[in-house]
């Protein structure tokens, strides 16, 4: 079994950053590509970005750009550096394997971009 927890989210300005970092319980986390997803109220999660055991990744058109995903395997951490904020990221962020585990989501981190 792996959890995840998720952390480093909070209030930010539309332009400002945030480091959000998802620490993983269990050796095989090097195993698994993974995912940050989010949710926003009234709506669905969604992916947003996602790496390869190797590294390789990919976003959503929607943060491509400003969005950063990275792993460090030894740490059992994935990070996503979320730059350039806009209130359309205001969500509550979570990891998880990609494809997505139903039995590995964690309590995700809220962040909330706003004047």
């Known amino acids: 079994q792996v959890q995840f927890a998720e952390s480093g989210g909070g209030l930010v300005q539309p332009g400002g950053s945030l480091r959000l970092s998802c620490a993983a319980s269990g050796s095989i986390f090097s195993i698994y590509r993974m995912g940050w997803y989010r949710q926003a109220p009234g709506k669905q999660r969604e992916l947003v970005a996602r790496i390869s055991n190797g590294g390789s990744t990919s976003y959503a058109d929607s943060v491509k750009g400003r969005f950063t995903i990275s792993r460090d395997n030894a740490k059992n951490t994935v990070y996503l550096q979320m730059n350039s904020l806009e209130l359309s990221d205001t969500a509550v962020y979570y990891c998880?394997?990609?494809?997505?585990?139903?039995?590995?989501w964690g309590q995700g981190t809220q962040v909330t971009v706003s004047s």
């Open positions: 998880n394997a990609f494809p997505q585990r139903p039995d590995y």
